[in-house]
């Protein structure tokens, strides 16, 4: 993992990115191409009744809701990592 990564391993962190889904997950192991996530949340923005803050602070609250057990995030499409600890809850 990069030295700028490394404090986010093995933690739960949010993948932002260009679309209206984002990633939140177990940051596992990062590569030239992406990064793995496990026990993992893949979510569209267009699914469900909450604005992305709303839902990413229902999460670090809750728990995520996991539906995924391992999934790759491709590099280009990710635009933020953050820790889920880092989330500002409402």
Known sequence: ??????????????LDTHSTTFYIG?????????????????HHQDEGHATREQYIAESARDGVHVNR??????RGTVVSISALSD????
Not at 1 to 13: F, H, I, T
Not at 26 to 42: K, N, Y
């Open 69 to 74: 057990q391992r999934v790759f995030v491709f």
């Open 26 to 42: 177990r940051l596992v192991s990062e590569h030239p191409d992406g990064f793995w996530l496990e026990q993992a949340d893949v």
């Open 87 to 90: 989330i500002l809850r409402e």
């Open 1 to 14: 993992m990069s030295e700028s990564l490394n404090p986010l391993a093995g933690q739960l962190v949010v």
